[in-house]
Structures are given as C-alpha cells and as structure tokens.
C-alpha cells in the first residue's frame, strides 16, 4: 500500500470520526431537548449478518458505529483505488 493510499484512508477515519463527534451536537440545532430519537429494533425476522447488526445497534451503539466508520472507510479506499485504475487504463493519468 503506498504512502498516498495510506494517508488518505488515514484522512477519511479523521473525518469520519470528527463527524461522529460533531453529528450529536448539531442534531438538537440548539433548541434545547430533542426528546428520545433512539428506538430499538425489532430482532424478528432478521436472521445472519442482519440479526447480528440490529443486534449489535441495539446493545452496543458504540460498537455499531465504530463498525459503521470502519466499513465506509474501507469502501471509500476501495472506490478510490478503483478510479485511479480506470483513469489509468483510460490513458487520462500517467505514473
């Protein structure tokens, strides 16, 4: 993995996270109590990986958004590498 490819995933779990802090404290706008906005999901129907992640937003929010954060990153790096192959094939960019 090369340097660049490094330092931007790097970048986008900064992001990610400074957006998990900053998130809550915009949602309420200022107007002082938003109420309850946290519901719990209903674990019925759901079987495999779905159980486990109504399962997991359920009991362990923290976790769930630490999972949530990791998985956008590496879809982010994936998507990122992908394009740089197709300019590359397209002949616009050069190394």
């Known amino acids: 993995m090369s340097k660049r490819v490094r330092l931007s995933a790097v970048l986008v779990l900064l992001s990610a996270i400074a ?3 900053i998130a809550p404290a915009l949602a309420g706008g200022g107007h002082g109590d938003i109420g309850e906005t946290t519901d719990r999901i209903s674990t019925e129907g759901h079987t495999g990986l779905s159980h486990f992640l109504v399962t997991l937003y359920n009991d362990h929010r923290l976790a769930y958004a630490l999972l949530v954060i990791a998985v956008m990153a590496m879809l982010g790096v994936i998507v ?9 094939i397209a002949g616009l960019r050069r190394h």
């Open 19 to 21: 957006a998990l802090v």
């Open 80 to 88: 990122g590498q992908l394009t740089e192959l197709v300019i590359r």
